[in-house]
Each structure stands twice: as structure tokens, then as C-alpha cells.
């Protein structure tokens, strides 16, 4: 093909989306049409000018929607965004995704799950020990019942999600496991952030939640206690040895006022090192949960999410 063909291409698909623009603007839903008779270049022209602006391109009686594969690849990258609590990047390709299909049941899924992306991130967002508003959470259910492009089996899938999302958020401030699967979930997210100083504020408050039950490894009681110091320091709160630990001896003594061998260099009471990965915090702490609870508390963090509907 010639530079000149090509050069025309462009000129003709400028002007042909000058015309789509223009008739939208008037409020009209147009369509290209390719005729028997169009030669090649205007029928590339019409494909290319009806993709970029995503019009349908008419051939024969058929409409052809030309970003409908677009569309269903943005909608599961935002079913996996969220899958992960991603809410900025699961609304964004949502909203990409809804902005390139022509089909009414895409359409209205999207819709949906840009009203339950909202929801799950108010959830997750929230303070536990507060009570919930039922505004969002109505508006939400209420949505449901007006997707009537979708199967019915798939609209009772959703409205039962919400309301055990629902169900959950309201359980939420009166239940110390929902509560301890919550903290480790904000964790996770501060962790994603890079924010390990937040982080290992919620894990410390998922500690303190199950307190009472089996004592720690003393890897992860080293861990939660270097945790402690370091939020003190971040809080202005660290003036030396934490009040936990022994008093110190007389020079020469070992920790608790007990003489030290002849020679040897008397003994920390403890290390009074703040340095601490959130990461390994909440890894050891799952694992010890898991094992005093008998429960999987990390997978538990999936009660937090809509689980997609799927045709049986």
C-alpha cells in the first residue's frame, strides 16, 4: 500500500469521526455501514474510525461491535482487582470496560459491580468498633432488582452477596474473630501500600483481639514486642527500655542482680531493637492464629469480597 492510500486512510477516518461525533452530540446512536460497492480503503477507514470511537459497524443486517473482547478482558481485570481489594484499579476498569460495550447485560453487570466495589471498600475501609449506615447498603440491594438484562438466577446471586456482606459489616463490631480477620486484611493492604508502620499497627491490634488465647512462639512474641517499640518511637512514646523488661544489674552483674562469670561481658536483659517487617509479623501471626484458633484466619479475609456469580 501506498504512503499516499495511507495518508487517504487518515483523512477519511478523521472526517468519518467528526461525523459519529457530531451525530452523538445531536443525541443520536450512530453506525457505519459497509456497502458491496466500498473499496478496500474505505472499508479499513469505516473499521478503524468505528473502532476508536467503539461505533457499530453495520455489514449486511448485522451489527458488529468491535470492542466487546475489550470490554470482557477490562471487566475480569477488575473482577481480579477487586478479588485482591484493588478498589482504584477495579473501578477504573470497570468504568474503561462499560465505556466500550454496546451489550446490555455487560453493561449492567458493570454497573453493578462499580455500586459493589464501593461497598466492599466502605466495609473494609471502615472503623469495626463503629456501626454501620444503611444508606449505601440500600441503594446497593436496590440496584439488583433493575437488571433485568440479566438471568435471574444470576440477580439472586448478587443479592445474596450483598446481603451477607451486609449481614457481615453489622456483625463486624461485636465479634473478635470477624474483628482479628479484619485487622489482618488491613494489614495486607497497608503491606500493598508500602506502609509497614500502619501496618504493623493493625497487626498488633489483631494480637490484642485474641490475647487471651494460647502465648506465642517466642519468635513471634520477639517479633510483636519489637512491633510495640516501634509504633512507641513512631508515636513520640520510646524513652529507653520498655517497661517490660528487668531492671538492669550493677556493672559486672547479669540481668536480675545475679554476678556474671568471671570475664565475660555482662548480658543485655533483652534486645531493644525496633527493626521489624510487617511482612513476617503478619506471617508468623497468621500462622500462630491459625493453629490456636483452628481456622484458616488469612483465607477468612475472602469473606470481605463478592464472590463472582458463575452458571452451573
Known sequence: MADTDLAGISEIVARLRREIEQARFAGDDPTLSVAPADPPLLIVAKTLAAERLNAGLRVNDAVIALQEDVAEDLFYRGLSALRYWRFAGAQAAFQEAGAKTADAARQQRLTFYRAATALVRRIVLSDPE????????????????????????????????????????????GDPYLQTVHCLLRARLALGGGDDTVGLGWLLRAAALQGTGPAPSPYLADLLERARRRLRRFLGEADGAPPDLPKAGKEGDAPGGASAPDGAAPERAEETSDDVRAAALLEALGNHLDQALGREVLRDAAQFGIAPYHEE
Open 130 to 173: 463503629q456501626p454501620p449506615r444503611a444508606v449505601p447498603e440500600e441503594r446497593a440491594l436496590g440496584l439488583v432488582d433493575t437488571l433485568d438484562a440479566l438471568p435471574t438466577a444470576e440477580r439472586a446471586h448478587y443479592a445474596a452477596e450483598l446481603r451477607r456482606l451486609i449481614a457481615l459489616r453489622q456483625a463486624l463490631p
